[in-house]
């Protein structure tokens, strides 16, 4: 996958047992939202409902949108209507999506504190020592939802990477 991802090629994620009318309007707000905007900003509105790809940092961004590729593909293969629907549901699927949406949006808010709590300004030894194992924190929790949406579209899609 090469270039950037951008805000508005990443689906907004609305969080599985929203009722159908109240999903289609989640979805449009949030792209109306989305479109010439970037991010990432912190999301305030309908967090419980909806997860926006502008509270998504560009990383976070590219691996929700590796997610929603490798369940779109499985939800649209003929194999699983045929056999693996009854198994694994389309709900489970999207529950897993709401899942690897939610992950990055937190880790993404986390990054955000972390830029606004450093100020730009000079900062002594001791916050220096404490900002450097936020920013480790942070990158060990991108990695490992990295390695984990890695491994389930290993799972779902093999010989794609």
């Known amino acids: 996958m090469a270039g950037r991802i951008e805000a508005w090629d990443v689906e907004p994620v ?3 047992g ?3 009318g109240r999903r289609q309007r989640l979805t449009r707000m949030t792209r109306e939202q989305v479109a010439g ?9 309908y967090r419980d409902e909806v997860v926006s790809p502008l509270a998504l940092e560009s990383g976070c961004r590219t691996l929700l949108l590796r997610a929603q590729r490798a369940i779109g593909a499985v939800v649209l293969s003929g194999t699983f209507a045929r056999e693996l629907s009854a198994t694994v549901g389309e709900p489970v699927l999207r529950q897993h999506e709401w899942d690897i949406a939610v992950a990055p949006r937190e880790i993404t808010e986390l990054l955000l504190d972390l830029v606004s709590s450093y100020g730009g300004g000079a900062i002594g030894p001791m916050t220096a020592a404490v900002m450097v ?3 480790d924190a942070v990158s060990l ?7 984990a ?4 579209q290993a799972l779902v899609l093999p010989g794609h990477r």
Do not use: F, I, K, Y
Request: hydrophobic fraction near 40%.
């Open 14 to 16: 609305v969080r599985p």
């Open 37 to 45: 905007r970037t991010g990432p900003v912190r999301q305030v509105r």
């Open 18 to 20: 929203v009722r159908p």
């Open 149 to 152: 949406a890695l491994a389930a």
């Open 133 to 135: 194992s936020q920013n």
């Open 141 to 147: 929790a991108r990695d490992a939802l990295q390695q």
